[in-house]
Structures are given as structure tokens and as C-alpha cells.
């Protein structure tokens, strides 16, 4: 089977469209904040999408993971927010940057 003829599990598409929504009512269009998120909340959606990430990268190759509306300093911060939340630093990043993708 190939990874388009993989079944998407029933109304995820739904989910994330939906948490796009909420994202958007919290950060605005502007990126200026109009609301906040729980840190529990915000850990459970990072760790998801992780979760997701990874498995998807390991069974179908390295897929990129952000549309364009995500900003380069948007993406360093939650790459830098990732590696210290397992205790990492930029060399082992560099470790894992190093390998074939």
C-alpha cells in the first residue's frame, strides 16, 4: 500500500482543521496574542504532533511538517523549546542533523 492509498483515520482531517481555527482566535492574524492556553493543553497538542511527526517520518521518510504561514523564528522557537524540554543542545541536534533523512 502507498503512503496515498493509506487511510486517514476518520475525522482527524476535521480535528486539525478545527485546532487551526482555535490557534488562529488565540494568536490573531497579526501574531499579536488575544487569548492564552494552558501549558497542559499546549504540552498535549506539542506531544501529539510529535508523536505524529515521528511515526510518519520513520514508516514514510521525512515529510516537511509546517506550511509557510509558520515563520522561521516561529519554527527556531518551538525546535528550541523541543530540544530543551528533553534536555538536548545543538550538538546532539547536530548528531541527529547528520543522518540521512
Not at 14 to 38: K, N, W, Y
Not at 61 to 90: F, K, Q
Request: net charge negative; aromatic share 4%; with cysteine.
Amino acid at each position: 500500500m502507498s503512503t496515498s492509498d493509506t487511510p486517514v483515520l476518520t475525522g482527524l482531517p476535521e480535528v486539525a482543521a478545527l485546532l487551526e481555527r482555535h490557534v488562529e482566535d488565540i494568536v490573531g492574524s497579526t501574531g499579536e496574542p488575544h487569548g492564552t492556553v494552558g501549558q497542559d493543553v499546549l504540552r498535549t497538542i506539542v506531544t501529539a504532533a510529535a508523536k505524529l511527526y515521528a511515526h510518519h517520518s520513520e514508516h514514510s521518510g521525512a515529510a516537511n511538517p509546517l506550511t509557510d504561514e509558520v515563520s522561521p523564528t516561529a519554527a527556531v522557537d518551538l525546535a528550541c523549546g523541543l530540544l530543551r524540554a528533553r534536555d538536548l543542545n545543538p550538538f546532539d541536534l547536530a548528531l541527529w542533523f547528520s543522518r540521512d533523512a
